[in-house]
């Protein structure tokens, strides 16, 4: 009879073992424990459970919740079974003896006292070594436990799992810093050598003890790191290698490959997927004969491989980063977990696939197959989330089972039992009676009226959405990352700005005249004026996002200073500064300040010009035309000009108010006589506006999407060229 599914957990207050479906309640004779407990775990075969106090490693049987043994191990931080349950391991943080030395901090212990071992406080050690890094701190057994390995420097050492005092053997690899022993009936190591000096890294398999030559090997570059995946047989690995950083700048957390190799050497390649993004999981199948990937961007997609290599079914793509098969191969679970919404996709393989329900785990840490692959267990772990943490368990169907809520809880797992033997019922029916604590649960959940949906501004509600803001799974166009950020270009279905800037009213600029980032229309010989951000310099695409959007900044400051410069609109000339020759596209501009600052404040100037100058004075593109000036009498105290002009009358304003004198003052605010004059000021703000109007045409005729308080402040062109008539600006 198999016995029955139980899981522990451990929280801030102490550890608790539970038998689950269908009485989930605490094991008969388990007292529980309290205090400041590190860690706890099942043996692998399940007949133990262990965990440690700051003084104390305590094991109990399983089944009874009666205690074993109980080791006086102190401080133990991580805890480890060999796969037979016949050794405990203990690590403990490294540190020093009073001599300076290392201390071994881990301890291998026979779980049942038997004959040979050191002694140490009344319990056999097997062994003691010194282990700095907690990551890959255990030992890694055969799978009859007969040799045990770890890995030191340039080096793989074997030992006979009775005898540790002495190595067995040792595998020589140059650079070694990873390993994993393969869980089949034959004994196979994969070891990991990364890049070194301009090698490959690379990934090689021996048969133990045959350490002389690899049996299968695969190099390859762009590996820092790699996880090595053996299927439950042995017979086939799965290298999901990565590098720390991802040189094109498509990805923040480095660039992954995948790779497949048969322990007899027979196939080796790697695994070509067909959409583009980082590699989020791939787990094997327990029939050794298959396995999963989920990758690509948002919305990933998840493929089912065959031991050649072949694809052989594809699901539908969603949001999802995690696939884990039943203990027995019959179902598959496909999860989005982490930052996404937490939904979980149940198939049945057996059925050609089919859906059998989709499960809201929202906000899971911990999602595990219960051993009889009837219940799927997921928990809400702290420090990722330290509010709502508890345990559920849902039934394969989709219903759930149980729900029970914990403070601060840290550790949650699933007794393991043998998968050898199936099970003598249908996990699908009938479907079991929910606990009370699930009832109770269903009922203080609020069902939504409506499905809410993303938000979506009050001007986009009632309308399609855009192509180009759908996910891919919603009929919107695939995602692909060239490492920019920019949206120079035209984006996908008509999103985003055009390159070239168009002018209303103004002819086509040809290719010649933008390749360069001119203004439209500016060709050779005019004032041609390079615009920040019309043509991608050369290295942008090896900055970063923020160094290109400075040097866009800076270019686009440069620009507008060179624009003004030629227009004619540079700063005042400070006091002290009058004999400075300044210049200048138009030689009047200069005259006229000298005049004011000689005194003539408060009188008329007449306005000078030389033959030809209003042909070859540069036009701005921002302003609008300058007012016809009335002439008055000429200051006596100007001084002459030899190219002066006759008076012109100028018609009066229809509204008797007083016409304009200065335009120069209205377009540089505080360089003019009358600069505080309402009047004036007033004049200034309208043509503020009129400015504003233009550069919103500009862009409304470069394609862009205007708002309606911006489509509102164009149709008020007409009525602020009427207040600017009638106080005396005459176009």
Not at 699 to 727: F, H, P
Request: glycine share 10%; aromatic share 8%; hydrophobic share 35%.
């Amino acid at each position: 009879m198999a016995a029955p599914t139980q899981f522990a957990y451990r929280t801030l207050q102490g550890i608790g073992v539970v038998d689950a479906a269908p009485v989930y309640e605490s094991l008969p004779g388990f007292e529980r424990p309290s205090g400041d407990l590190r860690c706890c775990a099942y043996s692998p075969c399940g007949r133990y459970f262990a965990w440690a106090s700051r003084e104390q490693v305590f094991v109990i049987d399983a089944s009874v919740g009666h205690n074993v043994t109980t080791l006086s191990a102190k401080n133990v931080n991580e805890l480890g079974f060999s796969p037979l349950g016949t050794f405990i391991i203990t690590w403990q943080r490294p540190g020093k003896d009073e001599n300076g030395d290392a201390i071994k901090n881990l301890v291998v212990w026979r779980v049942i006292d038997g004959v040979g071992g050191e002694e140490v406080d009344g319990h056999n050690a097997v062994g003691k070594f010194v282990q700095k890094s907690q990551t890959g701190w255990n030992l890694q057994y055969t799978f009859d436990e007969r040799y045990c390995a770890r890995v030191v420097t340039n080096e793989v050492q074997f030992y006979e799992s009775g005898n540790l005092a002495t190595v067995w053997n040792k595998l020589r690899v140059e650079g070694v810093c990873d390993f994993a022993v393969s869980p089949g009936d034959n004994h196979s190591i994969a070891v990991f050598v990364p890049e070194r000096k301009g090698q490959p890294a690379a990934v090689k398999i021996f048969n133990v003890p045959d350490f002389d030559t690899p049996i299968s090997q695969k190099n390859f570059f762009k590996g820092d790191k790699v996880q090595l995946k053996w299927n439950y047989q042995g017979t086939s690995l799965v290298v999901l290698a990565q590098t720390e950083v991802d040189k094109s700048g498509k990805n923040y957390y480095g660039e992954t490959t995948l790779y497949l190799l048969s322990a007899n050497g027979g196939f080796d390649s790697r695994i070509d997927l067909d959409k583009e993004g980082p590699i989020h999981d791939v787990t094997w199948s327990p029939n050794s004969k298959e396995f999963g990937v989920v990758y690509g961007y948002m919305p990933a997609k998840t493929t089912i491989f065959n031991t050649k290599a072949a694809a052989i079914h594809n699901f539908a793509l969603a949001p999802r980063n995690t696939i884990i098969f039943s203990p027995h191969g019959r179902f598959v679970l496909v999860a989005g977990f982490g930052n996404l919404a937490g939904q979980m996709d149940i198939y049945d393989l057996t059925k050609d696939f089919k859906k059998i329900c989709t499960i809201e785990a929202s906000n899971a840490s911990v999602c595990e197959w219960s051993p009889d692959e009837k219940y799927i267990l997921t928990a809400t772990l702290s420090p990722r989330l330290r509010v709502d943490n508890g345990v559920r368990i849902w039934h394969v169907g989709g219903g759930l089972m149980y729900n029970e809520e914990l403070t601060e809880l840290y550790q949650v797992t699933w007794r393991p039992q043998s998968t050898f033997v199936p099970p003598l019922d249908d996990p699908l029916h009938p479907m079991p009676t929910p606990h009370a604590s699930a009832l109770a649960y269903l009922g203080t959940v609020k069902t939504p009226s409506k499905p809410a949906g993303a938000y979506r501004p009050p001007g986009a509600r009632g309308t399609v959405t855009p192509l180009a803001f759908r996910r891919e799974d919603e009929g919107g166009a695939a995602y692909v990352s060239n490492g920019s950020m920019s949206l120079g270009t035209l984006g996908v279905n008509g999103f985003g700005k055009p390159r070239r800037r168009e002018v209303p009213g103004a002819e086509a600029a040809s290719t010649e005249d933008t390749s360069a980032g001119q203004v439209p229309g500016s060709g050779p010989g005019s004032h041609g004026i390079p615009i920040a951000g019309l043509g991608a310099a050369d290295g942008d695409e090896t900055l970063s996002k923020a160094a290109v959007k400075n040097k866009k900044k800076r270019e686009a400051k440069k620009a507008k200073e060179a624009a003004d410069k030629v227009a004619g609109l540079a700063p005042p000339i400070a006091p002290g500064t009058e004999s400075v020759a300044i210049a200048s596209p138009n030689p009047n501009r200069n005259t006229d300040r000298v005049a004011q600052l000689n005194g003539s404040i408060g009188t008329a100037k007449t306005k000078k010009s030389s033959p030809g100058a209003a042909r070859d004075q540069p036009q701005s593109h921002n302003l609008p035309p300058k007012p016809v000036q009335p002439q008055q009498h000429q200051n006596p105290q100007a001084p002459a000009s030899t190219n002066q002009q006759p008076h012109r009358p100028s018609t009066p304003p229809a509204n008797g108010s007083t016409s304009v004198t200065n335009p120069d003052s209205l377009l540089s605010p505080g360089g003019g006589p009358s600069a505080n004059n309402p009047h004036e000021k007033k004049i200034r703000a309208l043509l503020k506006k009129l400015r504003a109007i233009d550069d919103l045409k500009m862009r409304r005729a470069g394609g862009e999407k205007l708002e309606g308080t911006q489509i509102k402040k164009m149709e008020t062109e007409d009525g602020v060229r009427t207040e600017l008539e009638s106080l005396g600006w005459v176009e």
